[in-house]
């Protein structure tokens, strides 16, 4: 099946600062998604990109789908950015999703 | 519009134990998928349900079966509960699936003792 890497596992950042999360795949895709998941384990919905660049307030997203790899980038960290991001995908002959291991984010005041 | 509903949020079970946990997708989504998460990893693929059809299946034993009902909830059935059951199950929405964006709910958390 498709294989998904997210980089880096970890991150620790000061408030203010900038960050890019990397998501790699192994096979063309039908959808990307990227989620922010809380400390409640509620994946909340931050972009539905499977091609092209997105932006929402202080996230953006690009997904180069002839490269086989996804970018979310964070600009002005707040410590409630906090948390794991996951990218998601559906591609290789499989119909639900199949998430990377996640990059989990510290926002230090 | 209400988002995807869990029932029930927690349950604790004994091994050998049956558990049925339910879903329902938001209004006018016709697909339910079913998601186990352990602790420490990502969110993995167990079942995709479209229009009361089994449209996916993940790599999970047969201890773990699904239904849809015509107004488009879904229940996901494990029966024999193991230690390695105890997860985060989570239920996702999507108009309808394939490559549609999927929204999730809250989770149920079970936990096998």
């Known amino acids: 099946g498709i294989q998904v890497e997210q980089s880096p596992p970890d991150l620790i950042l000061q408030e203010g600062a900038n960050s890019t999360l990397r998501c790699n795949f192994s096979d063309s895709v039908n959808n990307l998604q990227w989620f922010h998941q809380n400390p409640w384990g509620q994946l909340i919905n931050l972009f539905y990109?499977?091609?092209g660049t997105k932006q929402n307030g202080r996230l953006s997203a690009t997904t180069v789908a002839t490269e086989r790899y996804s970018l979310l980038y964070i600009s002005s960290s707040q410590t409630t950015d906090s948390g794991v991001y996951f990218c998601a995908v559906v591609g290789g002959g499989a119909d639900g999703l199949t998430f990377g291991k996640g990059t989990h984010l510290i926002i230090q005041p | 519009d209400a988002g995807v509903t869990q029932s029930p949020t927690h349950l604790i079970k004994t091994r050998g134990q049956h558990v049925t946990l339910r879903c329902s997708p938001i209004?006018?989504?016709?697909?339910v998928s079913w998601y186990q998460q352990v602790l420490g990893q990502g969110p993995q693929f167990i079942f995709q349900y479209y229009e009361k059809e089994e449209r996916g299946r993940g790599n999970f034993p047969d201890r773990f079966s699904a239904r849809q009902f015509p107004n488009y909830s879904s229940e996901l059935n494990v029966n024999a509960l193991l230690l390695g059951d105890s997860a985060l199950y989570l239920c996702?929405?999507?108009?309808?699936?394939?490559?549609?964006?999927?929204?999730f709910g809250p989770g149920t958390r079970l936990t096998v003792t």
């Open positions: 990109i499977p091609s």
């Open positions: 996702a929405s999507s108009w309808t699936g394939g490559s549609y964006e999927q929204y």
């Open positions: 209004s006018g989504h016709k697909s």
